[in-house]
């Protein structure tokens, strides 16, 4: 597509509202934004991956500002756990800068799949429980954490998804606070990357600015929605309608070779 068109950068307005909003109100932003840069607008996997860094952290840093002053953080627990995921981002996206686009585009695939199965097994469970329990943070939740923490500087895709999982399976915390722990440490593990990524040249600077802009207005109505009593069956929806998209794409773009030779032999 070309950018001289107003409905490219309206695409990208709209791509980066819905990345803030899902990503802090459930989870799988990325699931939009990064396939449309690639699909819709024509950005390689490389590119796309690094400039798709720059709306998660922006909508992040909108919906971190926003729980804190709801008094949502927990911030005792915000200091043991985002060294680890720094840790593993750091780790995640010296991994990413190693592989090819072709390798990175497996990985996407094998992600969507296992949010597939974690969207129809345990996740509604998950988003539906109220804990029983005080938070409690332990040594294998934090690994869990690392592990996250590496993905999200590796593809970042749907790695918001297993954040609120640890944070809420792991650590029994509460939607809105799983949220907001969630929120925070997107932020610490997408600034790592946007650095990295900076530094190799990797990002499209205007088009990330505009996916930017969005995310920030996303973020915050994510923030808002979150407290709302139907917010556990809101992110659900979400979620299911993300996830299943994504398998969509996935299911796409494996039978193009198929399709291209049904096409030749009619």
Known sequence: MDPAQIFYWAILVFAGLACGLLNTL???????SLPILILALGVNEGIANATNRLPVLAGAIMATYSFARRGQMDWSA????VPPAALGSIL????????TDRQLEHFVNGAILIAL??????LKEILARTPDRLPDIHWRGMLLIFAVGFWLGFIVLDGATYLMIVLMLFFFYD??????LKSLLLAVTSLLPVLIFAHDGKILWEEGGVLALGSIAGGYLGAVLSNLPQSRKIAFRMLAFVISLEF??????????????LAREV
């Open 248 to 261: 969509v794409q996935l299911v796409w773009r494996t039978t193009a070779p198929f399709r291209a030779w």
């Open 117 to 122: 199965i974690l969207l129809f097994t345990k």
């Open 78 to 81: 915000a200091i043991r756990l």
């Open 26 to 32: 459930a989870s799988s932003g990325t699931a939009v």
């Open 92 to 99: 995640g996206t010296k991994a990413a800068t190693a592989l």
């Open 175 to 180: 939607l809105p606070q799983a949220n907001a």
